[in-house]
């Protein structure tokens, strides 16, 4: 016999499904009411973003092209910097301190990202285009860096523990053929560890891509087709962030808001989905062995 | 290869690694460093309790009283709507549905919630809680769109915990006569709440800390006074520092202002990352 408890539990259990459906659902509901006025070719292909000029443009290309470019960028100054932090921590520091710096790091990534905007906005801008003569501190670099650094704990720890984890009998058996440290690091952790790292790489560029405030404050709001990183962009999120507050309810500008948000939603989920399932994959795969 | 040849190969390469390992160490460390000298200058009690205020030249005097109550504020009642939901939840992954076909998507579900942009919660916010619900620009608007960011977060520390749990005590439960609920909440949930506290206030921390979910939601720059009901707009320290930074007209005076809030933000980020810390020492003793 099911209690009302029982019940209770299983409809909390089920929330998240029903939070994802729902908020799916007021995306499109506020982005459909675009096409009315807006071809959805210009919408995904149009090159101009031009919401409040007279007739408005609606295109996204260039916010996309922005958000590719600086989430590339970040990607790869994440990933390696996170794969050598977790090598170093594993391989290099004695233990205690290991656990010294997975807390440190820990404080760390949950520092709010608006303090990195700021730091970004306040000391790295004015030292690009003062010390370094750039033409504007507010660049695609910029951004990409302050990303990288608030979105480096998160890669570390999932990689560490992955190292942390590896089947000790392949381990000691690569040791006990006479490899070193280095050489069962290279030839049998990190071979046997292809997967998972793929995973985290695709997580770490979820995260990166849906970051907003880092983004907004730091990447220069400028949304054209950049050709150098040491150029202004603008990206999905930050156009979200920095124009729905001053756009009415129920405009085309603001069903334009939307579309973007529900592009940035799927894109993530797409992104989160494949990084999920790979990483279960090949959690599963090593609890077996 | 020669023994000797291969040990300097290893050297030189754990000793690059470690020359890196510690730039990036050293980046994250100077950060702290710089927001604490440049905001200690305007730390003092009257800076955390003052309201604040504008001259004619948009410069911000007094202190950032109402942002405090009002990240307080939103992050409590965030807390008060995700904790008992996320803790049920948790129990229906660990208890109800611990493996199989569903179970395996709930729980991509709630990883990809975890993965969802904060702006989008913002929008979801904005069309549900905002206009739909008609609970307009609030805090109870804003503090139920961070309750939804801060879910995930409980709902997987929940399942973690419990599922730790060993079975005998579950069994012991049911031999005795309990059902599952019962067992549930009465005897899993009390052995697993310290760690399920770890997740509580990790998500505290995230959503005091989160700009983009309440930009469009209920925060203002704004306030003269201190928020006293939950269907008031409310000031926040994130935003504080963004919109000081944004769009004040003199950024050198603003920019003192916003290290200061930098400054509160980061130590009580800080003291419940130890009170994490803490908490997990004792229930390894406690395993252990």
Not at chain 1, 23 to 44: A, C, D, R
Not at chain 1, 92 to 105: A, C, D, N, S, T
Request: glycine share 8%; net charge positive.
């Amino acid at each position: 016999m099911k209690s009302k408890i029982d019940l209770l539990i299983l409809i909390s259990g089920w929330i998240s499904v029903a939070i994802i459906v729902a908020i799916t659902f007021f995306l499109f509901y506020n982005w459909f009411p675009l096409f009315k006025t807006t071809n959805p070719i210009e919408f995904f292909f149009g090159t101009l973003w031009y919401p409040t000029a007279v007739p408005p443009f609606y295109g996204i290309l260039p916010l996309l092209d922005a958000t590719l470019w600086i989430s590339t960028l970040a990607i790869l100054i994440t990933f390696p910097s996170a794969f050598v932090l977790a090598v170093f921590m594993t391989h290099v520091v004695p233990k205690r301190m290991q656990y010294i710096l997975k807390v440190f790091l820990e404080i760390f990534s949950s520092m709010p990202s608006v303090i990195l905007g700021l730091i970004g906005l306040s000391i790295v801008a004015p030292y690009f285009q003062n010390t370094l003569n750039m033409d504007t501190g507010q660049n695609i670099l910029n951004a990409a860096l302050m990303l990288s650094l608030i979105t480096i704990p998160m890669p570390t720890s999932m990689m560490e523990d992955f190292i942390n984890a590896f089947p000790p009998e392949q381990k000691e058996g690569a040791e006990a053929l006479g490899a070193n440290k280095f050489e069962t690091l290279t030839k049998v952790i990190l071979p046997g560890l292809k997967g998972p790292f793929a995973s985290i790489a695709m997580l770490s560029l979820g995260r990166i891509f849906g970051e907003t405030m880092i983004v907004l404050m730091v990447a220069g709001n400028a949304a054209i087709f950049p050709t150098s990183i040491f150029q202004p962009a603008r990206v999905l999120s930050a156009t979200i962030a920095s124009e729905m507050g001053e756009t009415p309810v129920d405009t085309p500008h603001f069903y334009a808001l939307f579309g973007i948000g529900a592009v940035l939603f799927i894109l993530t989920f797409l992104i989160n989905v494949v990084g999920e399932i790979v990483r279960i994959k090949y959690e599963r795969q090593m609890m077996k062995e | 290869m020669n023994f000797k040849k291969r040990m300097i190969k290893q050297r030189i390469a754990f000793l690059i690694l470690s020359v890196i390992s510690i730039g990036i160490l050293f980046a994250i460390g100077s950060i702290f460093f710089v927001i604490f000298v440049n905001g200690l200058g305007v730390l003092n009690w009257k800076f955390l309790i003052s309201i604040t205020s504008f001259d004619f030249k948009g410069i911000p005097h007094g202190g950032i009283g109402p942002a405090i109550v009002g990240t307080f504020m939103v992050t409590g009642l965030g807390l008060a709507f995700a904790v008992p939901i996320g803790i049920l939840a948790g129990i229906y992954l660990s208890e109800y549905r611990s493996k199989g076909k569903i179970f395996n998507v709930l729980r991509i579900m709630v990883a990809n919630l975890a993965g969802v942009p904060s702006v989008v919660h913002g929008l979801f916010g904005l069309a549900v809680f905002v206009i739909l619900f008609r609970f307009g620009l609030s805090i109870l608007s804003a503090a139920l769109t961070l309750s939804i960011l801060a879910l995930p977060i409980i709902i997987m520390t929940t399942e973690n915990a419990m599922r730790d749990i060993p079975s005998d005590l579950r069994e012991a439960a049911y031999a005795l006569g309990a059902k599952r609920w019962q067992s549930a909440l009465f005897v899993i949930l009390p052995v697993a709440i310290s760690k399920i506290m770890t997740g509580v206030i990790l998500a505290s921390a995230r959503i005091a800390g989160e700009t983009a979910p309440i930009l469009f939601t209920g925060a203002t720059l704004y306030l003269a006074h201190y928020p006293t009901a939950i269907n008031q707009q409310f000031m926040a320290l994130p935003y504080m520092i963004y919109g000081l930074m944004t769009t004040s007209m003199n950024i050198s005076a603003s920019m003192n202002f916003a290290y200061g809030i930098a400054i509160i933000l980061i130590i009580l980020i800080t003291l419940m990352n130890i009170a994490i810390v803490i908490l997990r020492l004792r229930t390894r003793k406690i395993s252990s």
